[in-house]
């Protein structure tokens, strides 16, 4: 149901646009985030705005570099990179669930729709 893309390989300080598509459910009614798995490491929070589109979080280690962002009319979340840094390094995920409040945006275990992963690697 959620399929994303735009993953690949890019040198330190560059950027990458993430998409994510939804296909069997209205992305404008779901909370959407982004959340990465770094080898060896667990899966950690990186970005999400809420169903009204009102509202963003991000992780502290990627504010001022990362915006995510939607296209309810093409179903399609993002997630705009830039100034990546090999710590960056990672499998992105989207997610999405339906509805929730901003306490919970950003607890991303249970949400309830998940991509396959797109792969990111920086090099230094």
Known sequence: QLQASGGGLVQAG????LSCVAS???????????IRQAPGKER??????????GSTYYADSVK???TISRDNAK?????????LKPEDTAVYFCAADYGRIS???????????????TLVTVSS
């Open 14 to 17: 560059g950027s990458l646009r």
């Open 24 to 34: 069997g459910l209205a992305l404008r009614r779901y909370t959407m985030a982004w």
């Open 44 to 53: 950690e929070f990186v970005a999400a705005v809420k169903w009204d589109g």
């Open 64 to 66: 001022g570099r990362f």
């Open 75 to 83: 179903n399609t979340g993002y997630l705009q990179m830039h100034s």
């Open 103 to 117: 306490s919970t945006v950003t607890r991303f275990s249970d949400y309830a729709h998940w991509g396959q992963g």
